[in-house]
């Protein structure tokens, strides 16, 4: 084989494959949440070190992201929405990636222990190595309940943000944990029941290709019913105001109402399945509604 | 190892390597500036 006509992978890839590595998507919601649990959290922290510190998730997310994308470059490659990442359409090299992740990940710890305080560092480390090594490496392409264990580490933001500002973890980031990790069931199994057929052709073993659609939405409504009680209990144990027991409340009977429906339709193609796809936008909405409103209960009341 | 590179892929090449090169400059930048107003805000508190 020639080997001078093949271009070297650092020829291909340009600044935008790098910074796709890191899911910018994903960290919008991650950043989100734990920027809402700084404002949440009582105490104070230098405006500019509170900034570093969301910098700082925002990398270790982006590291998380790029190693898992570093470890399931094949299956990626297989499914029309990820075929076009970098890895898998070539034109960054797995030992790049690899490299970045790691780098980035290390780096985002380090200075997070030097901006804040080490437990804040230690729940940042933790939320990369479950994110990768529980969720992507062990469980992932083993379970249905996959999501379920994914939720956690998209759940750890919260805590690290918190423990940023207070150097501590009580029960309040705790219960807003599970909100998050109950909430992505819910938002993720409405996306797989109209992605399914995606999600088949590359063998991932999401609920409705192991389990049929019918069970997918019983596991929806089962989620939204753990999940609106849980959202509801911080204002009902007085841990937060009623903007947030307001707003949870509210928000909390429409998700019902909307995984009702869910769990009422018999939509089999993805072109039928309309009260999924609202109820996917809708838990999005629901997130960011809800944690806005913890922020706001914490700025007006407080 | 590029010897046989045509011309529009040579400067393609070349226009891709720039432009990472100064992505990286910022982020060198960046991360400088970050460390320096840490330092700062360490020292005032």
């Known amino acids: 084989m020639n080997q001078t006509t093949a271009f070297p992978t650092t020829a291909l890839s340009e600044w935008r494959d790098y910074f796709a590595l890191l899911k910018p998507r994903v960290m919008t919601l991650v950043v989100f949440t734990a920027l809402c649990a700084m404002l949440a959290a009582p105490g104070h922290i230098h405006p500019f070190l509170g900034a ?14 790029a190693l898992n994308q570093w470890y399931e470059a094949d299956i990626d490659a297989l499914m029309k929405r990820t ?10 090299a797995p030992g ?12 985002a710890v380090a200075i997070m222990g ?12 933790v ?26 580490a998209g759940a750890f933001p919260v805590i690290v943000g918190w423990a940023a500002v207070t150097g501590d973890t009580s ?33 991932v073993p999401m609920l409705p290709v192991t389990h049929g659609l019918a069970a997918t939405r019983k596991q929806i409504l ?7 009680p849980v959202s509801i209990a911080p204002a009902v144990l007085g841990l937060t105001g009623w903007i947030f027991g307001g707003t949870v409340l509210l928000l909390g009977a429409i998700f019902m109402a909307m995984a009702v429906q869910v769990a009422r339709s018999h939509a089999t193609v993805a072109a039928d399945m309309r009260v ?11 997130l960011a509604i809800i944690f806005g409103a913890l922020v706001a209960d914490r700025l007006l009341l407080a | 190892m590029s010897a046989d590179w045509t011309p529009a892929e040579r400067a393609a090449f070349e226009q891709r390597r720039r432009a990472r090169n100064i992505a990286l400059g910022i982020v060198l930048g960046a991360l400088a500036l970050l460390f320096f107003g840490i330092t700062v805000v360490r020292m005032i508190k």
Request: net charge positive.
């Open chain 1, 83 to 92: 075929a076009n990442r970098p890895l898998p359409a070539g034109r960054v």
């Open chain 1, 114 to 125: 030097l901006v804040s305080n080490w437990t804040a560092a230690f729940w940042l480390a």
């Open chain 1, 52 to 65: 570093v510190s969301v910098l700082c998730i925002a990398v270790a997310a982006g590291a998380a992201g």
């Open chain 1, 127 to 152: 939320s990369i190595l479950f994110y990768v090594i529980v969720y992507t490496v062990w469980l992932k392409r083993r379970t249905p309940q996959n999501i379920v264990i994914g939720g956690a």
């Open chain 1, 276 to 286: 999924e796809k609202r109820l996917f936008k809708f838990s999005l909405l629901y």
């Open chain 1, 171 to 203: 029960l309040l980031p705790w219960l807003l944990f599970a909100i998050i990790f109950l909430w992505t069931p819910p938002h993720f199994w409405a996306l797989a029941l109209f992605m399914e057929a995606d999600y088949s052709k590359a063998g």
């Open chain 1, 96 to 107: 790049e990636a690899l490299a970045f992740g790691v780098a980035l990940g290390a780096g």
């Open chain 1, 222 to 228: 089962a989620y939204t019913a753990l999940l609106v």
